[in-house]
Structures are given as C-alpha cells and as structure tokens.
C-alpha cells in the first residue's frame, strides 16, 4: 500500500509532536536512531535583533542569559537589561552610546542586527573547529583500535556508503559501500527512495540444495544494526572506516 503524505507547507510541527514521538519510542530500538534524526531536522540557532522564540523550548520570545557568561551575546543582552532597570522610565535612546567598558549599555537595532550576524558566524567557526579537533582526537583512539570489532547502529545512509555509530564507545564512522560488497560478494547499489543500501543481483539455493534457485535482496538501512571490524583510518578526513562482518 503506497500512502501520500501531504506537502511539508501544510504541516504545522510543534515541539509537541517531537515530544509526543518520544514518548512513544522511550524504551524502544528505534528511540536512539529516531533522537539522531530529529535533532538533525532542527535548524541550527542562530542570533537576531529580533525575538524570534525557541522552538525547541516553545516560548514565542527568548533570550541567553547564562551564569556565568559563556557567550558574547549573553553579555549584550546582561547590559542592555542593566540598562533597562537602571532607566526604568527611559525608552532606548536614538542615539545609544555602546563603549565596550561602559557598565550599562543600551543597543540601537541596527548595532543589534550586526553583533548577531557576527556572533552567529563566529559560533559555527567554533563549532566547526570543536569537530574537526573532536575528528582528530578520535581518529587517534580508534588508530590504536584497529583489528577490533564492535557493534553498530546505522545512523546515516549516503551514496558512497553508510556512516556506524558504535554502541560501546560512542564513535561513529563510515561503512563504504565497498565493504557491503566484500562482505556479501556481489555489487552493491545506494537506493533513494527508502535511503537503503542493496545488493544488486545474487540468490540461494533453497536449504535442500534441490530445486531452482530463489532470490534473496539483501539491504541495509537507516536504524539497522550491523557488526564491524575497525579497518583503517582516512587520513585526510581523520575518520576511521570499518569493514562489514556478515
């Protein structure tokens, strides 16, 4: 049966339905795969002048104001808020007076509009930096590891193969689609519709050894458990790739 969802414009999704899910999958071997992609389907945050809520959190209006100051924008928002108690009667002025050493501050919109352009693009530099050393780091562990076989979940499916997360140490890796094809000795095919990769041809003989020869698809998808053995470490990508133990 082929059921049509409609288009994403028509959906509504509320942090409720992601709530409301996992509740459903507490417990379950679909749970952990099902988190990973959710948090996937979120956008990255990002900062504005403009209150724009939280989804995640559901509130139409939201702002950082952590103890103690981990970002840039926490302080904008802690000096303009000292600014609004110490002038309880003062609308923002048109002409604000922002020195860096000055104790409260208040922001025009378009100081606003650039501090959160700035601070965004430097908090996916840092992000980035964070996993690439995060990459480098583990491509060490696991150089020490090489030989060893785990157990995996498939968290990601692409056309060149799938990427594993091990369940004992936490390190996700890629699976080629090379290493299907080692593993079950025929060519294997990245297939779009479901994210699955198959094998293309091959078959078994029925138990007996008697009779025609019956078909037999092998695939391997989004949530699906596999064995591995820790094969190499791409040393350009610090990523260590497996090889698939059928």
């Known amino acids: 049966m082929k059921i049509t969802l409609p288009g994403t414009q028509e959906l509504s999704i509320t942090p ?7 509740k459903k999958l507490a417990g379950k071997p679909e749970e952990r795969i099902v988190s990973y992609l959710m948090l996937r ?7 504005a002048a403009d209150a724009l ?3 995640a ?5 939201y702002a950082h104001f952590t103890s103690p100051i981990r970002r840039y924008p926490d302080l904008v928002v802690h000096r303009t808020l000292k600014w609004a108690l110490e002038h309880p009667q003062q609308n923002a002025p048109l002409h604000p007076h922002p020195e860096p050493h000055a104790e409260a501050i208040v922001y025009s919109n378009k100081q606003l509009e650039e501090l959160a352009t700035e601070t965004s693009d430097a908090e996916r530099r840092a992000a980035s930096a964070e996993r690439e050393l995060r990459d480098w780091k583990t491509a060490q562990f696991m150089e020490q590891h090489l030989g060893d076989e785990y157990q995996g979940l498939i968290i990601s499916v692409q056309k060149y193969g799938c990427f594993v ?3 004992e140490i936490f390190v996700e890796g890629l699976l080629p689609i090379n290493a299907f094809e080692d ?3 025929t060519r294997c095919m990245y297939r779009e519709h479901d994210h699955a990769i198959v094998a293309v041809g091959g078959s078994e003989r029925s138990r007996s ?3 025609a020869a019956k078909s037999k698809q092998r695939m391997w998808g989004l949530g699906d458990r596999v064995k591995v053995r820790a094969e190499r470490i791409d040393p350009m990508r610090h990523r260590v790739e497996f090889a698939l133990l059928d």
């Open 16 to 22: 409720q339905h992601y709530q409301r899910l996992l």
């Open 209 to 211: 050894g008697r009779g």
């Open 183 to 185: 593993a079950v000795g």
């Open 53 to 55: 809520g939280h989804f």
């Open 165 to 167: 997360e091990l369940f």
């Open 57 to 61: 959190l559901g509130f139409d209006e």
């Open 41 to 47: 389907s979120l956008k990255q945050a990002r900062y």
